[in-house]
């Protein structure tokens, strides 16, 4: 976009806001990041139904390339980015009409190398960012590229890709003229990086030694008038002066590694992460997992797994509520001796039901589920006099939690939803929602409805509140694993193939 246009944009933005001002009506935040105004997955003037789908409520659909990016909103447009499958190394960033669905324009980047991602993930997971005049997009194996409205390259900055088993997914947040990435590796190289919007060039920087590879994305909290920018790390939630990256505070006792971002409301910062393999709770059903590696593999019946039992498809399993061909119900082994030394104490090449619940009771001590209640106000350690509640059940592995109205709800593997009261972790209530699978997307909420994506693509809608509802579960037929975005009467939803506007 031409710098007058620009101008004449951002004009046009300062415009509504002061007639909305003017309405005595507060000006609705852009859905301008990754899950919305500073990441809370709350539109509260939206109004969309209940039931939507690719033959209900349809606006528009439009193919897309692949990508597990969110899409984002700011004016006419939806910005949003991808990878061709064909080519690998081409990193693609769209901007498509709002009104009607037709891509404006697609601008590619190319990598050195198409990186190694863990089947869930994806070389453009990382949600991109906008202001009034530019989009800011990242990408793992990439960097960082700047567009303006128009599909211009401003600038681009090439980063290192932060080593991970899994593949990047932090996404990119604006504060102020920069643009902040936390850049978390297993190389002992991780860092916070702030660059100038305008330039791409370092704004600061701030080592991270002691943390390994992460895949959380940050958030700013103001508390009487000073901003914190919070970084959940591994075992670590941060809260960082923005302007520098500078440690103010911290809360020890999260696992190992951590995905979704913090959520806040109610005056509280809540920060959590599953156990290591994706455990919600304290407890390992070890019985349940024996249970289904029993019923599967016991060929001969005879209540216990023989070598010669462990063929083909023999998992670790760590979470039997998902189906087998889901990447997260079990760790898939190639060497199965190495896998029967671990549960085989007695060494006779079987493996009983109390060598089995042993070993599991072991991993499930390794690695503990955490999410904390943070009063803000802290110095140094927050957890001797700054920590409201905890819990150990019910955490997400991937979902990031959802404020609302007072309460708090975690989505996990399976379907099953954990309603909280934020400001003392009572229980409200935990339920099966009635769709199954693996859960990537973050829930999101409107005024009055909580919406929920699975990977298998059933979008279910919930009355808010304390009591649970299920008002319709909406099928796309295609997988979900992007973050749905509302922005006024218009839910958009990204599947496998294609970005999609839903409403009345």
Same mark, same amino acid.
């Given at each position: 976009?031409p710098?007058?246009r620009g101008g ?5 933005v300062l415009s ?5 001002a003017a309405r005595?009506q ?7 990041q990754f899950?919305g105004p ?6 509260p003037? +939206?109004?969309?139904?209940a039931?939507?789908g690719?033959?209900?409520? $349809?606006v528009?659909?439009?193919? /897309? ?7 984002i $909103?700011w004016g %006419? ?8 499958p064909?080519?690998?190394?081409e990193? @693609?960033?769209l901007a ?6 037709i891509?404006?324009w697609?601008?590619?980047v ?5 990186g190694?991602?863990?089947?869930l %993930?994806n070389?453009?997971a990382?949600t991109?960012?906008?202001d009034?005049r530019?989009v ?6 990439f960097?960082l ?6 599909? %211009?390259e ?10 991970s ?5 932090? #996404?990119p ?5 920069t /643009?902040i =990435?936390v $850049?978390?590796?297993?190389r002992?190289?991780?860092r916070?990086?702030? @660059?100038r ?7 600061w920087?701030q080592?991270?030694?002691m ?5 959380s ?5 103001r508390?009487?008038? /000073? !901003?914190?920018l919070l @970084? ?7 809260a960082?002066q923005? +302007?520098?990256?500078e440690e103010?505070?911290? =809360?020890?006792?999260f696992?190992?590694?951590t ?5 806040t ?7 959590g992460a ?8 304290e407890q =390992? ?9 029993i ?10 797994i ?11 399993i760590?979470?039997p509520?998902?189906?087998? !061909?889901n990447?997260?119900?079990g760790l898939p ?5 190495a896998?029967?030394?671990?549960f085989d104490? !007695?060494?006779n090449?079987?493996?009983t039901?109390a060598?089995?619940?042993q070993t599991?009771?072991?991993f499930a001590?390794?690695s503990?589920?955490f ?6 106000g802290a ?6 006099s700054?920590v409201a ?8 592995e991937?979902?990031s939690p959802l404020?609302?109205q007072?309460r708090?709800?975690l @989505?996990r !593997?399976g ?16 339920e099966?929602?009635?769709a199954?699978?693996?859960y ?9 409805k909580?919406?929920?994506a ?5 979008v279910?809608? $919930?009355?808010?509140? #304390? ?6 579960r909406n099928?796309f037929?295609e997988?979900?694993?992007?973050t749905?975005?509302?922005a006024? %009467? ?14 009345q």
């Amino acid at each position: 976009m031409p710098a007058g246009r620009g101008g004449l944009f951002a004009a046009m933005v300062l415009s509504f806001a002061l007639a909305a001002a003017a309405r005595g009506q507060p000006e609705p935040a852009p859905w301008n990041q990754f899950r919305g105004p500073n990441g809370q997955g709350f539109a509260p003037e +939206a109004c969309i139904p209940a039931q939507f789908g690719p033959d209900t409520n $349809l606006v528009w659909k439009t193919a /897309v390339p692949e990508g597990h990016s969110s899409p984002i $909103l700011w004016g %006419n447009r939806i910005f949003l980015t991808a990878r061709e499958p064909a080519k690998p190394k081409e990193l @693609v960033t769209l901007a498509v009409d709002r009104q009607r669905g037709i891509i404006l324009w697609r601008k590619t980047v190319t990598a050195d190398s198409p990186g190694r991602f863990h089947q869930l %993930n994806n070389a453009a997971a990382s949600t991109p960012v906008a202001d009034a005049r530019h989009v800011f997009a990242y990408f793992g194996t990439f960097g960082l590229v700047c567009y303006d409205h128009g599909g %211009n390259e401003i600038w681009q900055r090439r980063l290192a890709t932060p080593e991970s088993k899994y593949g990047v997914a932090t #996404s990119p947040i604006l504060y102020q003229d920069t /643009v902040i =990435l936390v $850049l978390d590796g297993d190389r002992r190289d991780s860092r916070l990086l702030a @660059v100038r919007q305008e330039t791409g060039e370092t704004a600061w920087e701030q080592p991270r030694p002691m943390f390994k590879a992460g895949w959380s994305t940050p958030v700013i909290f103001r508390h009487d008038g /000073v !901003d914190a920018l919070l @970084v959940l790390g591994s075992r670590r939630l941060t809260a960082c002066q923005p +302007a520098s990256g500078e440690e103010i505070w911290w =809360l020890g006792g999260f696992p190992e590694e951590t995905v979704g971002l913090p959520a806040t409301g109610g005056g509280l910062i809540f920060a959590g992460a599953a156990a290591l393999g994706g455990r919600g709770d304290e407890q =390992l059903d070890a019985a349940a997992t024996w249970k289904t590696t029993i019923a599967e593999f016991d060929l001969n019946h005879d209540g216990q797994i023989q070598r010669e039992e462990m063929t083909r498809g023999f998992a670790f399993i760590q979470r039997p509520e998902l189906p087998k !061909d889901n990447p997260g119900y079990g760790l898939p082994v190639k060497d199965m001796d190495a896998l029967l030394k671990m549960f085989d104490h !007695d060494k006779n090449r079987i493996i009983t039901e109390a060598e089995w619940k042993q070993t599991m009771s072991g991993f499930a001590a390794y690695s503990h589920p955490f999410l904390a209640a943070i009063r803000p106000g802290a110095t140094q350690d927050a957890r001797p006099s700054h920590v409201a509640w905890e819990t150990r059940r019910g955490i997400p592995e991937t979902p990031s939690p959802l404020f609302h109205q007072g309460r708090l709800y975690l @989505v996990r !593997d399976g379907g099953l939803l954990t309603c909280l009261e934020a400001a003392t972790g009572r229980e409200l209530f935990r339920e099966r929602i009635g769709a199954t699978g693996q859960y990537i997307a973050s829930p999101i909420a409107t005024a009055d409805k909580i919406l929920v994506a699975s990977c298998p693509g059933i979008v279910t809608v $919930l009355a808010a509140g #304390s009591q649970f509802q299920v008002l319709a579960r909406n099928p796309f037929n295609e997988e979900i694993f992007a973050t749905p975005a509302l922005a006024d %009467n218009r839910l958009y939803v990204r599947t496998a193939g294609h970005l999609i506007a839903l409403g009345q």
